[in-house]
Nanobody
């Protein structure tokens, strides 16, 4: 199983970025994908997740109303659309896959995820 994130970069406060998480190597049809971030000196934070089966989504309060997670099952890709970016959104963003769960529903707890991408840097700065 391989997860590859892309789309990170530099954005101004109030700006937007879209992250992609391309998954490959799964033997099962449905699984959950989570997005996490870790800023320097801070703990990793689960910010959103989606079930590729029923499309259920979950958001952390810190990103609710600003970030949108979506999936394209035909492309095995999950997206994180980030709008109204704030300075505090600066972090390395990771996607992760729960390959052992039921495939329905999802969690932002990192303990359920067994595969992780390499991360992509998002910097919000004026």
């Amino acid at each position: 199983v391989q997860l590859v994130e892309s789309g990170g970069g530099l954005a101004q406060p109030g700006g937007s970025l879209r992250l992609s998480c391309a998954a490959s190597g799964f033997t099962r049809k449905y699984y959950a994908i989570g997005w996490f971030r870790q800023a320097p000196g801070k703990e990793r934070e689960g910010i959103s997740c989606i079930s590729t089966s029923d499309g259920l989504t979950v958001y952390a309060d810190s990103v609710k109303g600003r970030f949108t997670i979506s999936r394209d099952n035909a492309k095995n890709t999950v997206y994180l659309e980030m709008n109204s970016l704030k300075l505090e959104d600066t972090a390395v963003y990771y996607c992760a896959a729960d390959s052992l769960g039921s495939g329905y529903g999802c969690s932002t707890g990192d303990y359920v995820y067994d595969y992780w991408g390499q991360g992509t840097q998002v910097t919000v700065s004026s």
